[in-house]
Each structure stands twice: as structure tokens, then as C-alpha cells.
């Protein structure tokens, strides 16, 4: 070999991050790495032991003698009935399904299976077929006390989906029917703690406040809850009386109060109107031909003229006048009877 230059030796002495003539990391920083690298290390080897966040499985794990004595047991089977055991062997799974199986109990390797063919071996092992779409079903309708006691009847419809089809299987015995009775009682809960006015103005609401929380009471169970609508709130039959009587109270109230301020504000007008015709009398003279128009067109078998006092007065003077000077004067005969008593 030929000696190496005093370039490589300053090469092999500096790194390729470093630049010649600068020190190298420090060593707190040297270790900070390796600590880092470990962590990595160890993250990485816990995902393969583990692959199911937050589940723990045995498919990992060595099999004893009489699981390998079976497993052998059962592809001899399956050897020397092949023609039959293929339809026994392969399973299909459709688009929206998802099989986990079970080998002598244990979870196999590789998650769930689908969609597409799988194949399993005869009498060891099991598969569980899991539907991933979306699935509804009716809260049965629930008598809840409100908040201000009043008893109301409510009854709900929940959307879920699979979201993790092992944890629906291996984690609960029968996720439907849990998330059922899960779903009625968050909804007695819920409303509990709502007024009667809350219940019916607020349903949007109350139901997002159910969605959140029985999403996240049924995630360890692998089932997602999408969505909560309330359908009925359904009142008793004297509350629903009593309501509708102070309804319509309160309409009769705000009616009176609008058919005062309407003639609070004609009055006014009115009042602005006549001072405005009273300043001029030929004014109210045309006002009085418009309404004798307006009658005569509309029913005219009768007609009232209404006669201002103003024409009659130099009438009712003269009469005045008359009747004194009469009083003033004694008749002849008033005469004759007084000079008689004398």
C-alpha cells in the first residue's frame, strides 16, 4: 500500500461536517445525539413488537409444541382434502369489510385482512368479518328531568363507523350494542344539565356536546361517532296548554301595545292637521265637500251636510232681539186687566 498522503491524514482526522482547523461537537452535544439515536432505536423496536397503538397482541411471541403440533395437524388436512378445502381455506372480504383473524387463539400477524382474498387453515383458525360503513341507529326516546324540572321526552339518532377494526373486536365483546346503551345514557346525561328553553332553542348544540363525548368514551373501542341529531322533544300535554296560553298573552299584550302607539300617533297627526285647516276656513269648507263626495259615492241614499254655526248666527240674534222687545212691550189685554185692578 502506498503511504498516505498528509492531505488524507488531515482528511481522517476532520470529519466530513467539520471544516479543518475548527474543533469538533462538543461532548455534551456528542452525547445528546447518541441519547437521541437510542430513543429512535428503542421507538423503532417497540413498533415492531407493538404494531397496534395502544393494543397489545401476541402474534409476535413464539408458539408451543401443541400449536405447532396442531398447525401441522391442519395443513395434513388440508393437504389430502385439497380439492374441497379450497373452498374452506379461502375467504373473501369486501371493499367496505375488513377480517381479523385469530391462529389457535392468537392474533396473526399483519393486522386486519381485506379487502380481497385471504386464506385461512381448517380448524385453527377463526376470522371475525368487521363492516367499516357508516351505521345508524334510534336512541330509544328517554324521559329526562331538565334542569328546571320540567319531564320531557327526547329521542336521538347517532351515526358511527368502524374506525379500528381491531380494537372493535378484541377490545369490546359487542361494540353495537355498547355504543347503544353508551349513546342513551349520555343523552340522559347531557340533557340533565339543560333548561327547558335550552332544550328547545340549543339543539345544535346539545348535539354536538353528545358527538364529542361519545366519541370520545367509545375511541378505545375503535368505533368513531360521527354525528348526533335530536329528532323530537316531546312536552306533556298541561305544559304544552300552558305554553300556548302565555304565547298568546304575550301576543295580546304586544298587540294592545301597538294598536296604543298607532293611536297615540294619529292623534298626533290629527291634531297637526287640524291646526293646519283651522288656519284657513275655505280649508275646512273643501274638506267638507270631499267628504259629501266620498259619501255620495259610496251610499248615497242618505247624505249628511254638516252646517257650520258661522251661517246661523246673525239668524239666532235677530230672533233674540224679538223675543226681548216682545218681553219689553205688554200686550192690550195685559193692559186692560191692569187698569180693571185699579
Known amino acids: 500500500m502506498h503511504p498516505a498522503s498528509p492531505h488524507q491524514h488531515r482528511s481522517r482526522l476532520n470529519p466530513p461536517g467539520t471544516v479543518a482547523g475548527q474543533t469538533s461537537l462538543a461532548p455534551q452535544q456528542q452525547q445528546q445525539q447518541q441519547q437521541q439515536q437510542q430513543q429512535q432505536h428503542t421507538v423503532q423496536i417497540s413498533s415492531s413488537t407493538h404494531p397496534y397503538q395502544g393494543l397489545k397482541t401476541s402474534e409476535n411471541e413464539e408458539m408451543g409444541c401443541v400449536e405447532l403440533l396442531a398447525t401441522a395437524i391442519s395443513v395434513l388436512i388440508m393437504v389430502l382434502t385439497f380439492p374441497f378445502s379450497v373452498f374452506i381455506c379461502f375467504k373473501v372480504v369486501s371493499e367496505y369489510e375488513r377480517a381479523v383473524i385469530f391462529r389457535m387463539g392468537r392474533l396473526r400477524s399483519g393486522g386486519a385482512r381485506g379487502p380481497g382474498v385471504f386464506f385461512v387453515l381448517p380448524c385453527v383458525d377463526d376470522y371475525y368479518p368487521v363492516d ?34 381491531l380494537k372493535a373486536v378484541i377490545q369490546v365483546s359487542n361494540y353495537s350494542h355498547s355504543t347503544r346503551l353508551l ?28 358527538q364529542m363525548s361519545l366519541d370520545e368514551a367509545t375511541d378505545p373501542w375503535g368505533v368513531k361517532v360521527e354525528r348526533v ?114
Open 183 to 210: 349513546a342513551a345514557t349520555t343523552l340522559r346525561n347531557v340533557l340533565g344539565t339543560r333548561n327547558l328553553s335550552e332544550l328547545l332553542t340549543e339543539r345544535e348544540t346539545i348535539s354536538h356536546t353528545m
Open 229 to 342: 341529531e335530536i329528532k323530537d322533544v316531546s312536552l306533556p300535554t298541561a305544559l304544552q296548554r300552558a305554553m300556548a296560553a302565555e304565547a298568546e298573552a304575550a301576543r295580546e299584550a304586544r298587540a294592545k301595545v301597538i294598536a296604543a302607539e298607532g293611536e297615540m300617533k294619529s292623534s298626533r297627526a290629527l291634531k297637526e292637521a287640524s291646526e293646519i285647516i283651522s288656519s284657513s276656513p275655505s280649508a275646512l269648507q273643501l274638506r267638507y265637500l270631499q267628504t259629501l263626495s266620498s259619501i255620495s259615492a259610496e251610499k248615497n241614499s242618505t247624505i249628511i251636510f254638516p252646517l257650520p254655526i258661522e251661517l246661523l248666527t246673525p239668524f239666532l240674534n235677530s230672533s233674540a232681539q224679538h223675543a226681548a222687545n216682545l218681553h219689553a212691550t205688554p200686550s192690550p189685554l195685559h193692559r186692560h186687566q191692569h187698569q180693571h185692578h185699579q
Open 132 to 165: 367499516l360503513r357508516t351505521v345508524s341507529f334510534d336512541v330509544p326516546p328517554q324521559e329526562v328531568l331538565s334542569k328546571d324540572s320540567v319531564t320531557v321526552t327526547v329521542d336521538a339518532v347517532v351515526y358511527y363507523r368502524i374506525s379500528d377494526p
